[in-house]
């Protein structure tokens, strides 16, 4: 009969019985990384109640409320660590992201608010700027004495900014630039600070001088007078209700022949001189584009880290209740089970903790590269190319998490979870936009396959076809050397029966990084195969060509961003010198990565990487091993996040579940004692 | 190189240039179903104003209007179909959920709210009390004079209803029973009407009668004076915002020691007569409890039916929007894309479309099942077990699937989506709730596991281990002699290099009955024989067998219900007369019967009923055949629902889009034509 179970049914050997006793504080430092301190400050600012969001306020009123927050985050010296210091900042990039990705503890509209005055709107002046833009426009905005709009996004479209409508035609008459919104496609959209609190903006447009069109270029514009009413030549919406973050006032504008001075083109990659000639430092058009957005990045990388911090919040509240709520009777005759002892309920929460954890992990060498790339110390083009892949790998992959996370956690609390006070579907609501904006995660996922496919193309620039292939059949020989590879047959027989043996192989951190690793590159391989006959194809059968393995190259930039996650995890227990912390950690970056395997078993087991055997053996071993090893430490592992109450704030993760649960039993245990309980009724009947 | 390719390069043979034509009318009629005429008798209600979400109301706002709206419903007359003929109703139990589903379409709330007084608190009085209950006090539940809770769910104990904590104690002295809330645990919460509207309750407590517990009971219960304030004894806390369902005024309430008649027994099922003596006409105090929950499935039904409402209206709008958007250049020099033509859009949506309808068909099938029980038709207590049991398996699969695709049509959509005027995120926040209240999804996958291993278990009632073990081994040997068998090796030969030769075999709708029934029943012959051990165990060690197969207890139980979906999706084919609107359909069927074994194909592979090739051939057939063939019928596939604009009201889906696009591509073409565009940067480099 054992050939088709699916499990075995042997009991696995017992566990030792004292489990490991990580050490919390220590892993919390760790934890929050090398920007601790500024991520110490800003939780301190996001348990006063100020900061915080209150439910039951009309949209005005939440707009207003987060519009009066931002002027506490100046006052406080929250949110200046990225400017100059000439202007009073600490031009500490990572800090300042650090620090900014705290606020979703407060509220995300916050958040995202302050992200748009400072991160975006301020840090477009700061970084495709010069000198005399940063003396005239940055005091204001720093200020919040001008509150402003990024007005990049356009109603037509969305992620794709290089093909935006809005023209800045160079009028040499008068040394102007005329902002024209050329059709409805053309408004720009989705603006935070655009439908009521905006006075200025940057306004991203097509930059004509002389008939000839530069491409998009940034431009600082104001957009309302003191009343708040729009200048001549503007107009706008407001984007109205939205499905979270609605302490921001998202809006639309556009232009009519609005004329700026020439000195209001932001020039520090492409510049306009007083002769009405255009000149850049960057040749190439499209790699000035990618430039100037690439130096955006940073909302990608606080994206990341904001939805990190949201997920850790989620599983602290969910673990916390579902190690006090009781619920079923199962073994006990008497007491009721608790509800994360159950085998479903460590499934739904455990690999979703060891996932936030690689996240964190992963998030930390972003925030490393990024400060590196904005600091100068690490800024070559190469740096920053780098830069950009890695958080274009990341965010997708922790913004689409977070809101898994954030879903199963509220199933996992059941009604009470649904309840606004305990958190959950308010962070919901407002990171569902995490997936979508600064950059679409889909087209971002793109963007990490081309440059997979392109560091693939390098190594064979001068290569003919032949040659590929044999690297590509080299790939494969690889695997099968190292034990993962097309003997499937063989291991079917030798796997056969224990499961213990067979994962033994699997399990160690060399097999997994194989194995992730293998995937990766196959896929990548196999696209570069799949699309090699693009070159040679009409535009359109090119298209077509590239549109039939779209899903495939998503799925591969997937795979890559999991396996710098599982290796970020990896790295980050090099750094873990307590051996009790050390060893619960590995367990956990075992379950990572164990998970992952497990999530994409069909492929293993099409291209020959695992046999069926080690297959189960590796869903085995997560519920038989990985799982209740790391039940008695989950607890340990959400308190290793350091929020304090304040932070957290749920009713349902403030032990007040233990309270009900102990009163109720201790109801019943009186009730037996004392002989006063009802009888059953089927005992009478006996 | 091919043997390591994901896919084959080999371009398929092309598809027939005539693209076949759908019934859009017809098949619109054919999806409403049996009761179509109550559906449409619903949506013309819903198409007015009056009973839709509005906007930016507060918490009390939101309240107050949807109870109005509930007046309104009384009205109209839409709410009193499954009452008695005698007071005024129509005894018509599919039609009254039929169109009770259709108010989703309105507001949740307004459905959950209507749910929560006609179908808990006036059914509980209807299913669970006798005629005197309905003489008293279902005039006053019907015209809405007593607005009124369910009060069954306890803050200590949400899907565990058997193990209550309020008592309901006969006090022989009075002839009343005593209603009493013994520990803040055993407090009523989540409850409808009970925050501010409700003036009575149904409340289930446990019946104690001279010392013995009968289990849980019904009892009609006043609780709010005139004023509205609580009567004496009763107390209770508004539940505060939700995360949705925001037009529902939720809340907890407790008892001190609150008498009742004891008329007020709902006694259908059981009664305490003049002389305090219990009688009951089921014996089993177990049977009793399953059968007095059991009147409660309409809840599940109809759940199962909105969330197939919500799922078809996000649908018509992510799909509309996704055939007039444009973004980026790809096959076209000049014309930006339509998104819905990229393959990662159709892999979004297209199987989420096929989905849809097959959620829409069995959930035909699921009312039809609830109809005939409750209107006596077929009403043997097999029907009633088998209806519970299809309503355990189906509603977890459309309240999870529902979440999944407003997610995924929300995502598809991008910042439009994000906007409430778009619908998703509300529908969204609101349906959240579906997958844990009416029973947990979860702990309802159980009971379906339960009863797949109770009737496995039967066939072997008086059969030794040996037999088992011979009818396990007996399904693989019928799967292997029906080519998906443990012949590996040589399909691996077989079918190397032709996708077209080796999907033959597993396209049929033969093929795929048999691999989703073969997965179903063997993976219950495998839970069974993993738990076979349980009873020569002590509790504890069961307890903790059984722990370690309840993920794998939850995945076959959701298998039984996918292919309940997909055999009920496959029966709806054989009522298609117009040939191309059924070849259509079997595109459709066959797009969902083939994703859910590409999701399972580690299974699939683990066990031998796929080779590598014929799992690859199964994406392949996906992506280049059926995707591409149903991409031109998705529009009418969505027409089909028969949304009316009233109905749809997303602005993204009035055609808009196409207006706004339509303009932006005829500016670029004149632009082009009067040569007044500007050049390009790089051309004059050049």
């Known amino acids: 009969m054992t050939q088709i179970a699916d499990r075995p049914t042997t009991t696995p050997a017992p566990e030792p019985s004292v489990s490991p006793s990580i050490d919390t504080a220590w892993l919390g430092e760790y934890l929050l990384g090398q920007w601790a301190e500024a991520r110490h400050t800003s939780r301190a600012l996001m348990a006063l109640p100020e900061f915080q969001r209150q439910e039951g306020l009309s949209l005005a009123e939440q707009r207003q409320r987060v519009f009066g927050q931002l002027a506490l985050l100046v006052e406080s010296k929250g949110v200046h660590r990225a400017f100059p210091k000439s202007l009073g900042g600490n031009e500490d990039h990572g800090g300042n992201i650090a620090a900014f990705e705290e606020i979703v503890t407060a509220d995300p509209s916050l958040q995202i608010k302050s992200g748009v005055q400072w991160g975006l709107f301020g840090a477009a002046v700061l970084h495709l700027g010069t000198e005399k833009h940063h003396n005239k426009f940055l005091p204001g905005i720093m200020s919040l004495e001008v509150p402003g709009a990024f007005a990049m996004t356009e109603t037509g479209h969305g992620s794709d900014v290089a093909a935006i409508g809005t023209t800045a035609t160079y009028d040499e008459k008068t040394d102007e630039f005329v902002i024209n919104t050329p059709f409805r496609a053309a408004w720009k959209d989705y603006l935070g600070n655009a439908a009521i609190h905006g006075v200025a903006c940057v306004v991203f447009a097509q930059l004509i001088v002389a008939g000839v069109n530069h491409g998009v270029h940034a431009l600082y514009l104001p957009i309302r007078n003191d009343k708040g009413e729009f200048l001549p030549g503007i107009g706008g919406e407001d984007d109205g209700p939205k499905g979270g973050l609605n302490g921001i006032d998202n809006g639309r504008l556009h232009f009519d022949h609005v004329r700026v001075p020439r000195e209001n083109l932001l020039n520090r990659y492409g510049d306009v001189d007083e002769n009405g000639v255009y000149t850049s430092s960057i040749a190439s058009p499209g790699r000035r584009f990618f430039t100037m957005i690439g130096t955006l990045v940073q909302g990608r990388v606080s994206l990341d880290g904001a939805s990190t911090v949201a997920s850790k919040l989620a599983l602290d509240i969910a673990i916390t209740y579902g190690s006090q709520r009781r619920q079923f009777v199962a073994g006990s005759p008497t007491d009721e089970e608790v509800i994360l002892d159950y085998g479903r309920h460590q499934r739904r929460l455990l690999p979703r903790l060891a996932q936030t954890y690689a996240m964190s992990f992963a998030h930390e060498k972003l925030l490393t590269a990024f400060d590196g790339v904005f600091s100068g110390k690490r800024a070559t083009d190469a740096d920053r190319e780098d830069l950009e892949t890695l958080a274009a790998a990341l965010k997708p992959l922790s913004t689409w998490n977070a809101l898994d996370i954030?879903?199963?956690?509220?199933?996992?609390?059941?009604?009470?979870?649904?309840?606004?006070?305990?958190?959950?579907?308010?962070?919901?609501?407002?990171?569902?936009?995490?997936?979508?904006?600064?950059?679409?995660?889909?087209?971002?996922?793109?963007?990490?396959?081309?440059?997979?496919?392109?560091?693939?193309?390098?190594?064979?620039s001068k290569a003919d076809a032949g040659t590929m292939?044999?690297?590509?059949?080299?790939?494969?020989?690889?695997?099968?050397?190292?034990?993962?590879?097309?003997?499937?047959?063989?291991?079917?027989?030798?796997?056969?029966?224990?499961?213990?043996?067979?994962?033994?192989?699997?399990?160690?951190?060399?097999?997994?990084?194989?194995?992730?690793?293998?995937?990766?590159?196959?896929?990548?391989?196999?696209?570069?195969?799949?699309?090699?006959?693009?070159?040679?194809l009409s535009p359109a059968d090119a298209a077509a060509l590239f549109n039939r393995n779209q899903n495939e190259l998503i799925e591969a930039a997937k795979a890559h961003g999991e396996l710098l996650q599982w290796e970020a995890f990896t790295d980050a227990l090099a750094g873990i010198d307590d051996a009790d912390t050390k060893k619960v950690l590995t367990w956990l970056r075992d379950l990572f990565g164990l998970t992952l395997i497990e999530k994409n078993l069909a492929w293993y087991l099409i291209h020959g990487r695992l046999s069926s055997g080690r297959a189960q053996a590796i869903t085995r071993y997560i519920d038989d091993r990985l799982l209740?090893?790391?039940?008695?430490?989950?607890?340990?592992?959400?308190?290793?996040?350091?929020?304090?109450?304040?932070?957290?704030?749920?009713?349902?993760?403030?032990?007040?579940?233990?309270?009900?649960q102990d009163e109720a039993r201790e109801y019943y245990r009186e009730q037996r004692a004392s002989g006063a309980a009802p009888v059953l009724e089927k005992k009478p009947r006996r």
Chains 1, 2 share one sequence.
Do not use: W
């Open 406 to 460: 954030l879903q199963e956690a509220r199933e996992a609390c059941g009604g009470a979870g649904f309840l606004a006070e305990n958190r959950f579907t308010q962070l919901r609501a407002d990171l569902d936009i995490y997936t979508t904006f600064e950059g679409d995660n889909n087209v971002l996922l793109q963007l990490v396959a081309k440059r997979l496919l392109t560091d693939y193309a390098r190594k064979f």
């Open 628 to 660: 209740p090893r790391l039940r008695p430490q989950a607890l340990d592992l959400v308190k290793a996040f350091g929020f304090t109450p304040e932070l957290v704030r749920a009713p349902i993760a403030s032990g007040a579940e233990k309270i009900r």
């Open 469 to 536: 292939a044999g690297y590509v059949a080299g790939q494969v020989n690889e695997a099968v050397v190292n034990n993962f590879g097309l003997r499937r047959l063989a291991q079917n027989v030798k796997d056969f029966g224990s499961t213990s043996r067979s994962v033994g192989n699997v399990q160690s951190a060399a097999a997994q990084r194989q194995l992730l690793t293998d995937r990766v590159h196959t896929m990548v391989a196999t696209l570069a195969a799949n699309l090699r006959p693009a070159s040679k």
